[in-house]
């Protein structure tokens, strides 16, 4: 490795490795080591295949790329087997002496291992055949399944570093800020604040400017931000990089969450490379524009990705917001003008210089540009990274792409933006997601968690459940916020314990009332939100829970109990053998009984009964 | 719980001279001191008002209001359950029900033989394959009550 000193020696480089990929003859495998496969067992699957290829003396033949996510998160682990594009979902060490022998030596497809759609149940070989991908527009996240995240050569073999070459030798700052302004990108952190304004101003106030990135994806849910970090980070520093010639800047900060080990492995590797290339640090390719970045990690507080916070927390303290009179980019980190923006929103930054503005904003809507990447997640099939158009329908994304609500159960809701968001019901199903349609129905983006919930989802809990989060991590230092989620909380637990009263649901409204106006930060303000979008879609069910002390979905342990239908069952005997309490008794092929004073609830029978016949009562 | 850790001073001064003694790494080089004992021991304390010049105060501020700082002792194992959103709607606390039961403790205890720890975590960015939990650094995925417990059980 050596410094590259000037545009030139850049674009050798990177044409030489462009070339390299272009021409490559080699069979190119690419096995995903993102944390979501990683979970299902990538490591073991890796040592095998290493070693069933030395066994052939195949090694110098194929080349095996430990990619980073590739999205499609729920069959993991994944195997792409490249030109052909042959796809292996749901990999173990034992499938891979068939893969290496059959596919790899002989070119013959290992028919158990192909890609089975669990929606059609129609087998699909080729990776781009996958519905799945099919209808995702990959702009951002393509390059993450043919890249190994931990070598920059990589990054050059697609066109990596472009960008910055533009942005430092064909343009002046204020072109880059008038090309990002533009383009129409908003923060893709929450607020979808316009990005070219943002840098806009930060360039005009006076002081050491920082450059920082909000890899804190405090959103439970979502985890785009660590797929990106993990599986380009070099994507995400050219998009600070490029930013810091904008405004000015000599030094950037990335701010990690600490559960994002590998996260932080990897963009530190990518420092470290682009800075022996001298893609950072003096005199960047013999320009004499100075720019380094730091990482510091967080300490798992979800307030700490609100800017302020994170700021305090950059600088050693404990990360409480404050009032914003005065804006980080003119008061930010250090006291300095501070430009924080989110890891996608970073990452979106090189592809607009490549592509142009016009180009960027001809995908989206007429106010979000752009593409959008969801986390979907939750009841649904297919489970992962869904990079879309501003503007695809939730249909699209849950149905289409996502293959509908798992075992065949009922769509219930959607629940977006996080602890900030609120909960979309079937109705809006039709609904094109962008910023502004979602804040219509009472939701946000936020940072595009995406959680699908069934019949067996009671909105109570949820709205229960994010209140209790919030509460939680409420910095405690503004009354509303502290008290007023606290009381909200005992009013929602109550109503889930069967305590409920009349009045309660007018008592949250007011309490949620005081807390969104009267909060010092964007926690308070928005924590409300999945209380009030709740209680608006579904008054009914909180009105069950409160007069008929009943849980529908089943999921308030007081307020319901499971039955077995005598119509219904079929003595399978399943439920008894599962039942850890074994309460359950009855003769094979004859319909079985449930001692109700001694369930504890567990679900396990409901979830073991293939015929129904578990009710919730 | 008796404190029995024996420090490793030399160590100490490695994590502090790695971040330059610097104060706004305050957090970091607490974490760092984590991942070596699960805890920030109290000797500790001492040592990071003088060389980081930062007051008593502040360095329990910070201990206080950070989750993954931690001045009592922990398991070796630190068992961190997702309660995250995705987790949640997946059946995250019967897995925590049944750790909880399994481990006879409640969740934020430690075990009396300091072998595990059980905490919920608010998301490991592992949301596709919930529920999930994570055993120290190694992360296990699509559990249900049992393979939950076997897993846990596998560290024993
Ligand atoms: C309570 C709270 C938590 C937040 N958490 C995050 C986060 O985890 N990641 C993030 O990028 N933005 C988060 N934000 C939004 C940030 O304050 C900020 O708007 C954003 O990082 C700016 O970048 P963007 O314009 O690129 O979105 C949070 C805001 C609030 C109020
Ligand atoms: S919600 Fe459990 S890993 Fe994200």
């Not at chain 1, 990776?127 to 799945?132: G, I, L, S, T």
């Not at chain 2, 501020?61 to 993954?68: L, W």
Request: aromatic share 8%; net charge negative; hydrophobic share 35%.
């Amino acid at each position: 490795m050596t410094t590259l000193e000037n545009r030139e020696a850049l674009r050798s480089i990177r044409s030489s490795f462009e070339a390299r990929l272009r021409d490559s003859k080699k069979k190119l495998i690419s096995l995903c080591a993102g944390s979501g496969c990683g979970a299902y067992g990538t490591a073991k699957v890796y040592d095998t295949l290493m070693e069933q290829l030395a066994e052939h003396n195949l090694e110098n033949e194929v080349e095996v790329k430990l990619s980073g996510c590739h999205g499609f998160c729920e069959k993991g682990p994944i195997m792409v087997i490249h030109p052909e594009g042959i796809f292996y979902p749901q990999l173990k060490e034992k499938h891979i002496p068939d893969i290496v022998e059959n596919t790899i030596k002989n070119g013959d497809l290992v028919k158990k291992l192909i890609f089975k759609d669990p929606a059609t149940k129609k087998k699909i070989t080729y990776e781009k055949d996958v519905p799945f991908y099919k209808l995702q527009q990959r702009v951002i996240f393509g390059n993450n399944g043919i890249i190994d995240p931990t070598r920059i050569e990589d990054y050059f073999s697609v066109g990596g570093y472009a960008a910055l070459e533009k942005a430092l030798f064909d343009m002046s700052p204020k072109e880059i800020i008038d090309e990002v302004k533009k383009s129409g990108l908003r923060g893709r952190g929450g607020g979808g604040f316009p990005a070219g304004r943002k840098w806009e101003t930060c360039a005009k106030h006076h002081g050491d400017r920082y450059v920082i990135c909000n890899a804190d994806e405090g959103d439970p849910g979502a985890y785009m931000d660590r797929s990106l970090l993990e599986g380009n980070p070099h994507s995400v520093l050219e998009g600070m990089i490029v930013g810091a010639i904008a405004v000015g800047s000599n030094e950037g900060y990335v701010y990690v969450r600490h559960e994002y080990p590998l996260a932080v492995t990897n963009f530190s590797q990518a420092l470290e490379s682009a800075r022996k290339y001298g893609l950072l640090g003096k005199n960047i390719l013999g320009t004499g524009f100075d720019f380094d970045i730091h990482i510091s990690r967080g300490g798992g507080a979800f307030v700490c990705g609100e800017s302020t916070a994170l700021m305090a927390s950059l600088e050693g303290k404990p990360g409480r917001p404050r009032a914003k009179y005065i804006h980080t980019v003119e008061k930010g980190f250090r006291n300095n003008p501070s430009m924080l923006n989110n890891v996608e929103t970073w990452a979106n930054v090189p592809v607009i210089i490549n592509k142009g503005s016009e180009w960027y904003a001809s995908i989206g809507t007429e106010g979000s540009k752009g593409t959008k990447i969801f986390s979907l997640v939750g009841k649904v099939m297919n489970t992962g990274l869904v990079e879309v158009p501003m503007g695809t329908t939730l249909r699209t994304i849950i149905f289409d792409i996502g293959g509908g609500i798992l075992k065949k159960k009922k769509f219930k809701a959607v629940q977006t933006g996080g602890p900030s968001g609120g909960c979309i019901p079937e109705e809006f199903l039709d609904l094109g997601v962008d910023f502004d349609e979602l804040t219509k129905v009472g939701s946000m983006m936020g940072s595009g968690g995406m959680i699908v919930m069934d019949q067996d989802t009671c909105m109570v809990d949820v709205a229960r459940y994010f209140i209790e989060f919030l509460q939680d991590e409420s910095c405690g230092q503004c009354n509303p916020c502290r008290e007023g989620l606290k009381q909200m909380l005992d009013v929602l637990t109550r109503i889930c314990h069967g305590h409920g009263r009349e009045g309660d649901l007018e008592l949250l409204e007011e309490l949620s009332d005081m807390v969104a106006n009267a909060s010092l930060c964007g926690l308070g303000t928005s924590a409300p939100n999945p209380v009030m979008s709740n209680i608006r879609y579904f008054r009914e069910e909180y009105e069950t829970h409160i007069r008929d002390k009943k849980c529908p979905a089943g999921v308030c342990k007081p307020l319901f109990f499971y039955e077995i239908d005598q119509e219904l069952c079929t003595g399978c005997t399943l439920c008894a053998k599962r039942c850890p309490e074994e309460i359950i008794s009855g003769e094979q092929k004859a319909p079985h009984q449930l001692e109700q004073d001694k369930c504890i609830k567990c679900g396990i029978c409901y979830e073991a009964c293939m015929f129904d016949a578990v009710v919730v009562k | 719980m008796e404190n029995t850790v024996e420090i490793d001073w030399q160590k100490m001064d490695e994590i502090i001279d790695k971040y330059q003694s610097n104060r706004e790494a305050l957090l970091m080089i607490m974490q760092d001191i984590s991942d070596i004992y699960n805890y920030v021991p109290p000797e500790v304390i001492p040592v990071l008002i003088q060389k980081l010049n930062v007051p008593e105060s502040l360095i329990y501020g910070v201990a206080t209001f950070y989750k993954t700082i931690s001045l009592e002792p922990r398991g070796k194992y630190i068992v961190s359950v997702c309660t995250g959103t995705a987790c949640h709607v997946r059946g995250a606390d019967k897995i925590m029900d049944a750790l909880e039961e399994r481990l006879a403790i409640k969740e934020g205890q430690t075990t009396d033989d300091l072998l595990f720890t059980l905490e919920g975590v608010r998301c490991i960015g592992c949301c596709a394959s919930g529920p999930v939990l994570n055993v120290n650094q190694e992360t296990h995925g699509g559990l249900d009550r049992t393979s939950a417990v076997k897993t846990v059980d596998s560290y024993s």
